[in-house]
């Protein structure tokens, strides 16, 4: 079928927003190796930190880059990724929208050094920034989920053929996203293995070798669920409507059990000395507001995050029926 406007207006911002990810991916790599070194710290080297940036942007890019010139082409697995591309848009714009919120409702208290008025100027233009940022990422992203599973579009990409399900296997469109952001989670889990981070379970901390066995064990766990959903395994949909529920009674337990506070100040503690190797002076200032509190509302979008796919699970649970029967 001949590729419509609208496929191809995707297509070329796709394309033109995944150079720009390319180009900050390089150019923080470069920064990486040119800038000079501090005196060593107790955290990640700044080398590191900036590669693994740098990786951060240019992934995406590639993502992007090839998914945008196989939806030039037609080509089915690029309408699949780009839609997976746009649901990860829409998380990332409603966590900057959870973030202007956090920084609208909380009353921050500038260092005596600052300046109120000018704290304030500051933080107005921030939130307007990172409101334009939100507003961007949830509106490209709901307009390509939403362009792109209509039957008529589809239908370019599958020669023709209305797809009623999401995808020509029959698989529902919302289990295809769920298995791919649970393979990518196994990527982001391979970052805090690497730095030994310590990882909260219930009423506790796991850290060292318990830390690592543990994140171990959720990276086979997350690979055979998103493994098993694309080939619409029962196995898998039990496993994963396991591991999201787990999630959600875990993440519950340790924030909201009494002590919560101290077990999230402590998280946030480690993060910020050894993943930066920042270490406050004992003089400093205090932060102008209390960090623990923003941990709180991204908790709290996390546990929303989980509640979709948890019900996306259960709804389709006669897809996975009929591929087993079939």
Not at 122 to 148: D, E, K, N, P, Y
Not at 170 to 198: E, K, N, Q, Y
Not at 255 to 279: C, D, K, N, S, Y
Request: charged share 5%.
């Amino acid at each position: 079928m001949k590729r419509s406007a609208g496929v191809t207006v995707v297509a070329v911002v796709s394309l033109l927003g995944s150079v720009l990810a390319l180009c900050f991916g390089v150019l923080t790599g470069v920064m990486a190796f040119v800038m000079p070194r501090p005196a060593s710290a107790p955290g990640l080297p700044p080398t590191a930190m900036l590669v693994t940036a740098g990786v951060i942007y240019f992934l995406p890019g590639v993502w992007g880059l090839l998914s945008g010139i196989g939806l030039i082409r037609l080509k089915n697995w690029a309408r699949i990724s780009t839609i997976v591309f746009g649901s990860l848009l829409i998380m990332v714009g409603g966590f900057t929208g959870v973030m202007v919120v956090f920084l609208s409702t909380m009353g921050l208290t500038p260092p005596d050094q600052v300046n109120s008025a000018t704290a304030a100027s500051v933080m107005a233009v921030m939130r307007g920034m990172m409101t334009g940022l939100a507003v961007a990422q949830l509106g490209i992203g709901i307009w390509w989920v939403v362009f792109l599973t209509r039957p008529k579009v589809a239908a370019q990409f599958t020669g023709g053929a209305t797809v009623m399900e999401g995808t020509a296997s029959g698989r529902p469109i919302s289990i295809t996203i769920i298995a791919w952001f649970m393979l990518l989670g196994v990527l982001g889990s391979i970052f805090p293995l690497v730095v030994h981070s310590p990882v909260p379970f219930f009423l506790t901390t796991f850290s060292g070798l318990p830390a690592t066995l543990y994140l171990i064990a959720m990276i086979v766990v997350v690979a055979y669920c998103g493994v098993g959903l694309l080939r619409l395994q029962p196995m898998a949909r039990l496993l994963a409507i396991g591991y999201f529920a787990f999630g959600l009674v875990n993440t519950a337990v340790f924030a909201l059990i009494p002590g919560g506070h101290a077990r999230m100040a402590a998280l946030f503690e480690w993060q910020q000395t050894h993943m930066t190797g920042f270490v406050p002076a004992a003089d400093q200032a205090p932060a102008p507001f209390d960090v623990v509190n923003l941990i709180y509302y991204s908790m709290a979008a996390s546990t929303l995050l989980m509640l979709v796919p948890l019900y996306f699970l259960v709804t389709n649970k006669r897809a996975f029926e009929s591929a087993a029967k079939g």
